[in-house]
């Protein structure tokens, strides 16, 4: 989401991939869809597979350990023979899938169980020695040597046979984890509208899923705190399109459970797993990425007028797949399931609910489909960077405002959207600032716990009122709401620094980062608050931290060059403001950096352009300029110039390192009185 606590930096937000879909090889004749899978050699049936201490006898469908039988079922055996027949290389759920059962309609869930059962039977719980690996979201990977050999062992070694004409059923120990299976044939599904609040349905079960595991052997009360990463949902709609909606969704799952007891659970945030959209990455190695202890995979359909999703819960230390489940919902109900769900669930891991929580929950609620993708759509285009996405995300929130007048949501995006029209130049201040407060405080009329409603009013009070202390009180009752948010933490840590309360903005910033690793937006947030409390190496380090995980984060070289002006490196400045892609921060820069090299003459010119074109919307830069050359008259002029204008970028004031020699200047404490800043 887009962070407007210095507008002349811009909003950072998280980093986004592209939405372009990876197209399986497939093709649709009259409705069913036939999927293309690689041609794959089977070894002959007369080969053995040997493979670390076991056995694997295709023919007479034999596994065997060390001389000892091995059980395995039916299917869990041609699972396990397909793969280890393609060792070391990805083999997608789907090929799976097809390989084993054919055209017949198997849930995925289900495949997952099987793989369970294999590693149980296979022992394959170490984390450095694994067999079967899990490829996120794509499917597995045979990872052990395997050695093939013409003739079958000697009869000596004694081996279960599995029949090819056993019923299917499941294992034969009494702690099975595979399922009984409904086969029914194929047919062709068609896709409708997705609901982004149906994803707390999976979520909110597996974690009373795993407090029902717990329970049975550890006391019920939980120590420590389990991290968590949601998995970008996988769009299997068959529509590409519809990309912008499996986002959404992950971006909600993620905001969901982050809010349901963060002393209990912390969720990574959505810009730090998005990187994973496209990637066939090992879990174990996204464990380590993340510092997570597990994974949820998800994914959507539609059929009719339900939605579908499929969750898996994953531990990363042993791939263990702890708990898969199906949902199939009618779209009207699928909130009020969603309550009961998370009543049961506090129970199950003992949250205590708060009356008004317990409210909350009893609550009936109902979504407009056509209100909600609207709004999905409005939050696709805001995290884009142009002039005409901002303008084509207004639209859509206030289509979906339109179309449900009590969706609170709706109005916090429309709020943020008009803030940062403002912010960029679109509308004029007075008209944005009056419109953006509108929105926000109909969101709260709607729902006054709704925690990106007050951190909106606290953006609103601060750029637009410089009411810092009603500000503080709105970003706090925000944190209050939802201290798994790292957008919440990064506003918040924000406006502590911007009052010079530095040690609780690094503070905050440091939780952001923790909660969302590989965003850049995360670590340009820590760096910014470092800079501006004058810890100018570790400011640097974490800029370069954030452009080494993109080249395109942001403030990324603008920071990183105004930390070298501050740090006596004005030469290091230079190329750094070449890379910057917005005209007015190229063109406040230039007339510091040649000021610090000593070349008054280019520094004067690239001033007086300034002036020249952005005299009208950019004062608050001017005033920056003049008090870093000693120009203290001509800074106190464009600092009340700025002032008239409103300039959101007044909120620095009080910290701003471009204007720290005016401090001893009585004027700046006067300045300050008239910005209510208290003084040092």
Same mark, same amino acid.
């Given at each position: ?310 969750? $898996?819960?994953? $531990? ?41 929580? $317990? ?70 201040? %007075? ?153 007015? $921060? ?87 009185? %008239? ?6």
């Amino acid at each position: 989401m887009k962070n407007s606590e210095n507008p002349r930096k811009a909003e950072r937000k998280p980093w986004r991939e592209g939405v372009e879909s990876q197209v399986k090889s497939a093709e649709e004749n009259r409705g069913v869809i036939t999927l293309t899978w690689p041609v794959i050699k089977p070894h002959p049936m007369n080969h053995t597979h040997r493979f670390g201490e076991f056995l694997l006898d295709p023919r007479r469908r034999t596994l065997s350990q060390a001389d000892s039988p091995v059980s395995l079922t039916p299917k869990a055996f041609d699972v396990l023979v397909f793969l280890v027949q393609n060792p070391n290389r990805l083999v997608s759920k789907e090929e799976l899938l097809q390989a084993v059962w054919g055209n017949t309609f198997v849930e995925e869930g289900n495949l997952t169980q099987y793989i369970s059962h294999l590693r149980k039977a296979l022992g394959d719980n170490s984390e450095d020695a694994r067999l079967i690996v899990t490829i996120s979201r794509k499917g597995y990977q045979f990872a052990g040597d395997v050695f093939i050999s013409d003739e079958s062992e000697p009869a000596r070694l004694v081996a279960r046979q599995v029949p090819l004409t056993e019923r299917l059923r499941t294992d034969v120990s009494t702690d099975s984890d595979v399922p009984n299976i409904e086969v029914v044939a194929s047919k062709p599904r068609p896709w409708r509208h997705i609901f982004v609040f149906a994803s707390s349905i999976c979520i909110l079960v597996f974690l009373g899923y795993i407090s029902w595991r717990h329970s049975r052997s550890a006391p019920p009360a939980r120590t420590g705190r389990v991290m968590l990463a949601v998995l970008p949902f996988e769009n299997l709609t068959g529509d590409p399109n519809k990309e912008y909606l499996a986002d959404g969704l992950t971006e909600e799952t993620i905001s969901q459970l982050g809010r349901l007891n963060p002393e209990q659970l912390g969720v990574i945030a959505r810009t730090s797993v998005m990187g994973y959209k496209h990637k066939d990455e090992r879990l174990d190695q996204i464990g380590r990425d993340l510092s997570v202890q597990y994974v949820l995979e998800n994914s959507l359909r539609e059929t009719g007028n339900h939605l579908r999703l499929t969750a $898996q819960l994953i $531990q990363v230390k042993d791939q263990t797949h702890l708990w898969s489940q199906d949902y199939d919902y009618p779209a009207k109900d699928i909130l009020n399931v969603e309550d009961d769900v998370a009543k049961a669930v506090a129970r199950q891991i003992q949250i205590r609910l708060t009356s008004q929580q $317990q409210a909350e929950l009893a609550r009936s609620h109902q979504v407009n489909p056509e209100a909600f993708d609207a709004y999905m759509q409005g939050y696709y285009f805001f995290q884009r960077n142009t002039n005409k996405d901002t303008d084509m995300a207004a639209k859509y929130y206030e289509r979906a405002t339109q179309l449900d007048p009590s969706f609170a949501l709706a109005w916090v995006g429309l709020s943020r959207v008009r803030n940062w029209q403002v912010n960029i130049g679109l509308i004029p201040a %007075e008209e944005g600032h009056r419109r953006a407060r509108e929105a926000v405080e109909r969101a709260l009329e709607l729902n006054p716990n709704l925690a990106e409603a007050h951190a909106q009013m606290a953006r609103i009070k601060r750029q637009g009122d410089f009411d810092w202390a009603g500000a503080d009180n709105s970003i706090r009752r925000a944190i209050a709401l939802e201290p798994g948010d790292p957008a919440i933490l990064q506003s918040a840590a924000s406006s502590a620094a911007t009052l010079g309360r530095f040690d609780e903005a690094l503070r905050l910033a440091h939780r952001a980062v923790n909660l969302d690793p590989l965003s850049p937006g995360s670590w340009e947030c820590l760096s910014e608050n470092e800079f501006l409390a004058g810890q100018l190496d570790e400011a640097a380090a974490h800029s370069k931290k954030a452009l080494d995980l993109s080249p395109d984060a942001w403030p990324g070289p603008f920071l990183l060059s105004e930390i070298y002006v501050m740090q006596g490196r004005p030469q290091d400045a230079l190329p750094e403001i070449k890379l910057i892609r917005y005209d007015v $921060q190229r063109a406040f820069l230039y007339p510091i950096a040649y000021y610090a090299l000593g070349q008054r003459k280019e520094s004067d010119a690239a001033l007086s352009k300034l002036i020249t074109k952005y005299h009208a919307s950019n004062a608050y830069e001017i005033a920056q300029i003049y008090a870093f050359r000693n120009q203290f008259d001509e800074a106190f002029e464009w600092l009340g110039r700025a002032y008239t204008q409103r300039e959101s970028s007044l909120i620095e004031t009080k910290v701003d390192l471009f204007l720290k020699r005016l401090h001893n200047d009585p004027r700046f404490a006067a300045f300050l009185k %008239e910005l209510n800043l208290p003084p040092d």
